[in-house]
């Protein structure tokens, strides 16, 4: 059993461009939410995906946006960076939609915008 | 106010000490109560789940308090690998864009040392 795996890990930006994270769920599961983790902060739940739609949203603009493929696989996509935009962004898939009560998340992709 | 609030510590102690973390949570209607453990620049993986009842899971105990929208954790005889930052998070009985997210406190660090 494979588990969340996301790409990149790391990466560098500057103000302004755009950038598209990718998550892989775990084998079995259909669900893929995306949480924003600030340096010291919990985790902040930026949208979730079930069954190739947008399952519900977190307090984040409209520029933060996202897909979901037939594989259940993930991107999420951010335009026009900012700098507090630099956080942790992790994936996490879960096999119940809003009934999932568990989430394995993926290790993370490190963005970083100057 | 935020849905969930944590001591973010540091909390320093020794090999074998008994430490407690504390947590509030703001949403009377929350569903679900967990703990999740992570490690530096690593994902926040779940440590436990706490029921109503309380429950035990080896030297760690969660307690969930209802009524006082309260929760805690303790660690008894603690190990140098303990070292990590705690979690405490609520799913809440939301409707439409809330429905099944996850709410992240910011985390309570803890280093145990020899």
């Known amino acids: 059993e494979t588990g969340v795996t996301q790409s990149p890990t790391h990466l560098i930006k500057t103000r302004g461009q755009q950038v598209t994270l990718r998550c892989s769920s775990q084998?079995?599961?259909?669900?893929v939410s995306w949480y924003q983790q600030a340096l010291g902060q919990g985790p902040q739940f930026i949208f979730q995906y079930y069954r190739e739609e947008e399952n519900g949203r977190g307090n984040f603009p409209p520029r933060f946006s996202g897909l979901q493929f037939p594989n259940y696989s993930s991107e999420l996509n951010v335009n026009a960076l900012e700098l507090d935009d630099s956080a942790l962004y992790l994936c996490a898939s879960s096999s119940r939609g809003y009934g999932a009560n568990v989430l394995t998340f993926g290790a993370g992709s490190r963005l970083t915008v100057l | 106010r935020k849905e969930v609030e944590q001591d973010p510590g540091p909390f320093n102690v020794p090999e074998g000490a008994t430490v407690a973390f504390n947590c509030t949570y703001s949403n009377s209607a929350s569903q679900s109560f967990f703990w999740y453990r992570q490690d530096c620049r690593k994902e926040p993986k779940l440590l436990m789940s706490v029921y109503s009842s309380g429950n035990e899971d080896g030297r760690f105990t969660a307690q969930l308090n209802r009524a006082s929208q309260y929760i805690s954790l303790l660690i008894r005889d603690s190990k140098l690998s303990d070292s990590a930052t705690y979690l405490c998070v609520v799913k809440a009985l939301g409707r439409g864009s809330t429905l099944g997210r996850l709410y992240f406190g910011r985390g309570t660090q803890l280093t145990v040392w020899p």
């Open positions: 084998s079995g599961h259909n669900t």
